[in-house]
C-alpha cells in the first residue's frame, strides 16, 4: 500500500507543481504572442535588459524566501509567491490574521491562519482589481484626484505602521536597535527607500543581535 503522503510533503508537492506552472504559463505568453504575431525581439536586447534586471530580483527573490517562508510557514509561502505582491499585501495580511488569532508562525494553527489569510487576499485582490477594470473609466478621475495622492503614497507605511505598534509593544528593548538603524538609514541616504526588499534580512539580523546582547546582559524577560 502507498504511503499516504503527510501534510507537509503534500503541500510541497503541490506546491512546486503549481510554482512551474505559473512559471510556464509567465514563460509561453510572450513565446505565444511572438509566435502570432511573427514579432521576436533581438537577442541582444534581450541578455542587455536581462543582465541589468536578472541581478536585482534575483537577489531580492533569494532574501524573500529566506526572510518571509519563516513567517507564511509552507502552504502560506508556496500561495504567496504565486500569487506575488507579499511585501505590499499577502505578508501583512498573514502577520496580521496571526496575530489576531493568537496563533504563532510556525505552529499549526499559525500554518492554516496564514495559508487562509493569503488565500482571501489573493481572491480579494483579484476581484478589486478585475472591478477596478471594468469601471476604469469611471473612476480615473477619482484616483487621479490630487486631493487622494497623499493617501496613495501611504498605503505601505500605513499597514506595516500598524503591524510595527503589535510587534514593537511585545518587546521594545529588540526592536529598538533596528528602528534607530533603519532610521537613521534612512535620513542619511533617502534613496534607499526603494531597496527596503533587500533591507529586511539586514533588520532582521541586527534584531536577532541585540536580543543575543540583551539576553546575554540578563537584560531580557
Known amino acids: ?107 499549526e494553527e499559525g500554518e492554516v491562519i496564514s495559508t487562509i489569510a493569503i488565500a482571501v487576499s489573493a481572491i480579494t485582490c483579484t476581484a478589486v482589481i478585475a472591478l477596478g477594470v471594468l469601471l476604469l473609466k469611471q473612476i480615473e478621475p477619482f484616483l487621479n484626484s490630487p486631493t487622494l495622492q497623499p493617501a496613495f503614497d501611504n498605503i505601505l507605511p500605513a499597514l506595516f505602521g500598524g503591524l510595527a505598534v503589535v510587534y514593537v509593544s511585545k ?12 532610521i537613521a538609514l534612512f535620513i542619511l541616504v533617502p534613496s534607499l527607500a526603494g531597496s527596503v526588499g533587500v533591507l529586511v534580512p539586514v533588520g532582521a539580523a541586527i534584531a536577532i543581535a541585540a536580543a543575543r546582547i540583551l539576553y546575554k546582559a540578563g537584560k531580557l524577560d
Open 171 to 182: 518587546n521594545w528593548k529588540i526592536a529598538l536597535a533596528p528602528m534607530v538603524f533603519m
Open 1 to 107: 500500500m502507498m504511503k499516504e503522503r503527510s501534510y507537509r510533503d503534500s503541500v510541497h508537492f503541490w506546491g512546486a507543481i503549481w510554482d512551474l506552472s505559473v512559471l510556464a504559463v509567465l514563460i509561453l505568453v510572450p513565446v505565444a504572442l511572438c509566435i502570432r504575431y511573427e514579432a521576436w525581439p533581438e537577442i541582444g536586447g534581450v541578455i542587455q535588459g536581462f543582465i541589468g534586471v536578472a541581478p536585482i530580483f534575483w537577489t531580492v527573490g533569494c532574501i524573500e524566501v529566506v526572510t518571509y517562508v519563516p513567517m507564511l510557514g509552507t502552504g502560506g509561502s508556496y500561495l504567496g509567491f504565486i500569487t506575488g505582491n507579499l511585501t505590499n499585501l499577502k505578508v501583512p495580511c498573514a502577520l496580521s490574521a496571526m496575530e489576531n488569532a493568537d496563533v504563532q508562525a510556525n505552529s
